[in-house]
């Protein structure tokens, strides 16, 4: 149920904006599914029943890649350039865009969408720095799809030529199968996880265009090694670029900054 | 779990074209589900029984096919089974590897049961 209207939701994504505590959103159509009654299991058994097989060859994620592309095409017309952001909850993904907006937000129009299964907490974080920012919840959903990517892009003021962060659900396994129509993928790890890590969920590293390791400032107190985790990574998905950086203490931002920027002169 | 969300994407699509194919129920959906493919399919399974229910394929068997990470090496072009993504050449011991085979995730055919003949 819906904690804001109380209308029935079944574990259907809402949109939010923070600091507007009443305004929401809620994401149906395409990711609800409606049940038929079922009104085949009656009187029919002196029917002869014929088995009839249905060729399909449908590829199961179509309709997410369909609408993916449309999604693409127009941040394509509208020259924004879009980078999804993946991780397990907690590497840091939000405490980077705190530090790298204020830094681009000088050079190009900056506009976020964050995804999350509840609260607007990331949002508000976001909305501080002073720019455009939409909360998707997803509720029961663990990852954000191309439906809710669609709806949010209504509802959040993007003006073109401008730089887009999506901040995906934090989630290491299936936010890699949903295309959101993305430029690219930027996979964040921190120094607290493991460095074993990209092995452990391949999928994830090996759809990323980007991995940043995040919380080097903490290396000197964990059993973490960077030279490992990237060789990892790299036997994932050897087109994997690399970056490391502490989103605390600024080192390595400017290398991502630099990457952004030479990523929006490419287009 | 996003193994549900894709049980109900399974199911609308099967619904979508048993619409133009006359009345009749569900009895079994052919799936193409590669080993790299970050599927579940034992979870998909137990997910796609319940999406099923009250639907046209309400009681449907799921059979599915996996095929195996097949790779094929960049440097040398020998072709060899994987299992996993950091896949190394036996050949010249190469990383650089492209996947050929095992990420398909397909819906290939639905089986009806006609009713009314
Ligand atoms: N020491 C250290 N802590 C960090 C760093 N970056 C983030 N953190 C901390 O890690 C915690 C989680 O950071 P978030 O930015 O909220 O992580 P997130 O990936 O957005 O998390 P979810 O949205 O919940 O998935 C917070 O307590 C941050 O202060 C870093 O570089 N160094
Ligand atoms: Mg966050
Ligand atoms: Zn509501
Ligand atoms: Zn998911
Ligand atoms: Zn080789
Ligand atoms: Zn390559």
């Known amino acids: ?172 396994v299936c936010p890699a199968l949903f295309d959101l129509g993305e430029a690219l993928k930027v996979v964040i790890i921190s120094v607290t996880e493991g460095d074993d890590k990209p092995l452990k969920y391949p999928t994830m590293f090996h759809e990323a265009n980007l991995c940043i390791l995040n919380k080097t400032d903490l290396l000197p107190y964990v059993e973490f090694d960077p030279v490992k985790c990237r060789q990892n990574a790299l036997r994932v998905n050897h087109h994997l670029e690399w970056l490391e950086v502490s989103a605390k203490t600024g080192e390595g931002l400017e290398e991502w900054k630099r990457w952004i920027e030479t990523r929006l002169q490419r287009r | 779990m996003h193994e549900m969300s894709i049980a109900l994407s399974i199911i609308e699509a099967i619904e979508a074209k048993a619409a133009g194919e006359g009345p009749g129920r569900v009895s079994e959906v052919e799936l193409l589900v590669g080993r790299l493919a970050g599927i579940e399919t034992e979870s998909l399974s137990f997910c796609f029984e319940a999406a099923a229910k009250g639907t046209i394929a309400e009681g449907a068997r799921l059979a599915i096919e996996e095929p195996q990470g097949v790779g094929l090496c960049s440097e040398c072009a020998t072709s060899f089974p994987v299992s996993f993504y950091y896949a190394e050449c036996p050949a010249c011991r190469s990383l650089r590897v492209q996947i050929v085979s095992g990420e398909e995730f397909k819906i290939k055919s639905f089986t009806i049961e006609e009713e009314g003949k």
């Open chain 1, 1 to 172: 149920m819906c904690d804001t209207c109380g209308c029935s939701t079944e574990g259907g994504a809402v949109l939010r904006k923070p600091g507007q505590s009443g305004y929401h959103v809620h994401l149906e159509g395409d990711a609800e599914h409606h049940h038929h009654g079922a009104g085949h299991d009656h009187e029919h058994h002196h029917h002869e029943a014929a088995s009839r097989k249905v060729l399909l060859e449908q590829d199961v994620l179509q309709k997410n890649n369909l609408l993916a592309e449309r999604n693409r095409g127009y941040f394509e017309a509208r020259n924004i350039f879009v980078l999804n952001l993946l991780s397990s909850p907690g590497s840091g993904k939000t405490t980077l865009l705190e530090k790298i907006i204020p830094v681009l937000k000088p050079f190009i129009p900056v506009a976020v969408i964050e995804g999350d299964q509840q609260t607007t907490n990331d949002a508000l974080r976001i909305q501080a720095l002073g720019v455009p920012v939409i909360q998707i919840n997803t509720g029961s959903g663990c990852h954000l799809d191309a439906q809710m990517v669609k709806g949010a892009l209504a509802e959040l003021d993007l003006v073109d030529n401008s730089l887009l962060f999506i901040e995906n659900v934090g989630n290491l």
